[in-house]
């Protein structure tokens, strides 16, 4: 369940830096045609970098900081199992097994 959260917030990372990656470079293949000034190159590229930073900044404030409660929060909201609740039912599966194993061999 982390492992598939991470890689969704990785993949928005990777998209988002895919995004400045190909915008930094319609920024130089415009200036090297001459569709854009040096000058307007630059401040564009400047513009797209603050755009990113707050980009990452927000997705930072919204993503890092949750806590472990909020992860169990939002586990319990999937109504996924606890750890606890699966080494529980593991537990009387054993306990069944052996009673089976013991009416079996009687």
Request: proline share 1%.
């Amino acid at each position: 369940m982390m492992e598939d959260l991470k890689k969704i917030l990785l993949a928005g990372i990777g998209s988002v830096a895919y995004t400045y990656e190909k915008a930094s470079s319609l920024v130089d293949d415009m200036v090297k045609k001459g569709k854009l000034s040096v000058d307007e190159g630059k401040e564009l590229s400047q513009e797209l970098k603050r755009n990113f930073k707050d980009t990452q900044d927000k997705f930072n404030e919204k993503v890092m900081p949750l806590a472990k409660e909020d992860v169990i929060s939002i586990i319990e909201d999937m109504n996924l199992a606890h750890q606890s609740e699966v080494n529980d039912l593991k537990e009387k599966v054993l306990e069944l097994e052996r009673k089976i194993d013991a009416l079996e061999s009687k």
